[in-house]
């Protein structure tokens, strides 16, 4: 689980817990993401692929990976939001029938939550559906409650638009400017616009949640985010604006470092040199083959000298045989890729932070996949899904660049 000040230098981390090391220790700061399953406007929408990954990941990506948390929560009345909240490495708060109505608050699942975990003296409200929000957005709206001694922190956004007075239906009364002077109306670029909460995420003390009943009290600050960030869905005509959006301003992460592939028959050429291309850019390949499969298991040098990949058998369930491997290379399942066919597959798939399934495979294994491949096995569907892989990659080296983020310290 990722803690606070992850990859922070030695030398700093020593001298801040030197400064005062009794409040360091006795804070711990929580992110909580609550993803009800009853979602009306888009069924089960907090775990709808949105540009190939589940819309929780995004959030939980940027939470973990901002290093700044004690521990990363989902808050959930559901199974299936469950598993893919712990595949991307977070802990589950299974909150109660109480807080699980549509008439439910967001801050009664909250204080239930802090009523179960007593620990907890800080607690940041992620929004589920606001896939662009970045580690950094994170950290420097935690530093003015750690740092500056603010008891709250919400984020907006800035925007230039004139609003009007909203007349009712049938009456005679006219309209009138609420923040503007029709007959001096400013260009955009004389006018500072409004600051506007946008819901992304909401920082709170404890005592202010729980003995004031707020997430918004005390000493107030606001932390303003750019309008390219700040994006959230509700009803599915928002959805492929929000992918659009995702894939040139979202978080990208550290990008995979290990696949795993199952191969069932023959492959194309295509699916070759897409292999090749992942382990160019530094992306491991490890091919899995069926101990039933006489055939393949047969060709197993053959394949692995073809493809320059490692080739591992496995049994009857695929997540037993390859959990190790990653467990053993120290990766979240959010760090891995996972193409499979068979049924049989689906909870790997599930648990992948990036996973494809070909068009010809199972039923159930499609449904499991996050990327929808367009090409069946042995005609390309291995090199579609290794494109995505490596755009991904690239986006996220970019936004690292782009955010200064040493992708060492994570």
């Known amino acids: 689980m990722a803690t606070r000040k992850r990859g922070m230098p030695e030398e700093n981390a020593k001298s801040e817990e030197a400064e005062s090391p009794k409040k360091l220790r006795s804070r711990h700061v929580a992110a909580l993401i609550l993803a009800r399953g009853g979602s009306k406007g888009i069924p089960l929408k907090n775990i709808k692929p949105l540009a190939g990954v589940p819309l929780v990941g995004w959030v939980l990506r940027a939470a973990i990976d901002s290093g700044?948390?004690?521990?990363?929560?989902?808050?959930?009345?559901?199974?299936?939001?469950?598993?893919?909240?712990?595949?991307w490495g977070a802990k589950v708060h299974?909150?109660?029938?109480?807080?699980?109505?549509?008439?439910?608050?967001?801050?009664?699942?909250?204080?239930?939550?802090?009523?179960?975990?007593?620990?907890?003296?800080?607690?940041?409200?992620?929004?589920?559906?606001?896939?662009?929000?970045?580690?950094?957005?994170?950290?420097?709206?935690?530093?003015?409650?750690?740092?500056?001694?603010y008891d709250s922190v919400f984020s907006v956004?800035?925007?230039?638009?004139?609003?009007?007075?909203?007349?009712?239906?049938?009456?005679?009364?006219?309209?009138?400017?609420?923040?503007?002077?029709?007959?001096?109306?400013?260009?955009?670029?004389?006018?500072?616009?409004?600051?506007?909460?946008?819901?992304?995420?909401?920082?709170?003390?404890?005592?202010?949640?729980?003995?004031?009943?707020?997430?918004?009290?005390?000493?107030v600050?606001?932390?303003e985010m750019e309008p390219q960030h700040s994006v959230d869905i509700d009803v599915d005509i928002d959805w492929p604006v929000a992918e659009q959006r995702v894939l040139r301003y979202g978080y990208f992460g550290r990008g995979v470092s290990l696949m795993f592939c199952e191969v069932s028959g023959s492959s194309s050429a295509k699916d070759t040199a897409g292999l090749r291309k992942l382990k160019k850019d530094d992306v491991e390949v490890v091919l899995l083959i069926s101990e039933e499969n006489v055939a393949l298991r047969q060709m197993r040098y053959k394949l692995k000298m073809m493809t320059g990949c490692e080739v591992m058998l496995v049994g009857e369930d695929p997540l037993k045989d390859v959990q190790s491997m990653v467990e053993k290379r120290k990766l979240d399942w959010k760090d891995v890729a996972y193409m499979g066919c068979d049924a049989a597959s689906a909870s790997c798939l599930h648990l992948a932070g990036l996973s494809a399934a070909p068009a010809d495979a199972q039923p159930?294994?499609?449904?499991?996949?996050?990327?929808?491949?367009?090409?069946?096995?042995?005609?390309?569907?291995?090199?579609?899904?290794?494109?995505?892989?490596?755009?991904?990659?690239?986006?996220?080296?970019?936004?690292?660049?782009?955010?200064g983020i040493d992708r060492n310290c994570f």
């Open 157 to 219: 956004v800035r925007r230039h638009q004139f609003r009007w007075k909203e007349v009712k239906k049938g009456s005679d009364e006219c309209t009138k400017p609420e923040n503007l002077n029709p007959a001096k109306r400013p260009r955009r670029q004389d006018w500072n616009g409004e600051l506007i909460e946008n819901g992304s995420f909401y920082f709170a003390t404890r005592d202010l949640i729980m003995k004031e009943g707020r997430l918004q009290g005390g000493r």
């Open 68 to 87: 700044e948390f004690d521990s990363v929560w989902v808050s959930t009345d559901h199974d299936e939001i469950e598993k893919i909240a712990k595949s």
């Open 221 to 223: 600050a606001y932390f």
């Open 364 to 403: 159930d294994a499609i449904r499991a996949g996050k990327f929808a491949c367009k090409q069946g096995g042995g005609a390309g569907a291995v090199r579609d899904f290794a494109e995505h892989v490596l755009v991904q990659k690239q986006q996220a080296r970019l936004q690292m660049k782009q955010d």
């Open 94 to 149: 299974r909150r109660s029938q109480e807080v699980s109505k549509d008439s439910s608050t967001s801050l009664e699942t909250i204080q239930e939550f802090l009523k179960k975990n007593p620990d907890v003296t800080v607690v940041c409200n992620i929004q589920a559906t606001s896939p662009c929000l970045h580690p950094t957005h994170l950290k420097e709206a935690l530093k003015k409650i750690t740092k500056d001694g």
